[in-house]
């Protein structure tokens, strides 16, 4: 069962091996199981393995950006179509009370964010205060820590929510 740990744990897990771009890694899935990823359609859709709720999802472009409007119109507006894809099986799975779906990236070090614009698309489950974006995004209410079995089946349920029928 996943547990909530708090920001200071998860920015002690938050660091690249050899000092890479960690969102170019997980973009081609050179990190962590496959069994996180969602899609693949020239970005990466999966599991946020330290997310700021259950069933939090990156949407990382293979192609490493900075910022997210450098992107050609074409490729973003592709990654804000996996995003919505993302945001309908979330909706299917896990049927929470509203999903925000949000464009980060910064190009300069930051203790949570990384130079490689991507998106964030998360399920909101309660209500308050606690749920407001400025402390979801910034990890104040904790983050979200999988068992690896927990991981893996939500992330099935997700793919399948995500078939054409």
């Known amino acids: 069962m996943s547990q909530r740990i708090t920001r200071e744990e998860a920015l002690a897990r938050v660091h690249h091996p050899d000092g890479g771009c960690w969102m ?8 962590a199981p496959e069994d996180v990823v ?11 393995r330290l997310g700021c709720t259950h069933g939090h999802l990156l949407v990382v472009p293979e192609v490493h950006e900075t910022r997210v409007e450098e992107l050609p119109l074409a490729r973003y507006l592709a990654l804000q179509a996996l995003a919505w ?3 309908r099986a979330l909706g299917a799975v896990l049927s929470p ?3 925000w779906v949000a464009a980060l990236g910064a190009p300069d070090p930051l203790p949570m964010s990384f130079p490689h614009g991507h998106l964030h698309v998360v399920p909101i489950h309660e209500g308050g205060e606690a749920a407001r974006p400025a402390r979801v995004l910034t990890w104040s209410e904790g983050v ?3 068992e690896d079995d927990e991981a893996r089946a939500l992330v099935l349920a997700l793919r399948e929510a995500l078939r054409p029928r």
């Open 24 to 31: 170019c890694t997980l973009a081609r899935a050179s990190y």
């Open 38 to 48: 969602v899609a693949r359609d020239g970005a990466s859709v999966r599991l946020d």
């Open 85 to 87: 894809e993302a945001a």
């Open 97 to 99: 009370r509203r999903i």
């Open 144 to 146: 979200v820590a999988y």
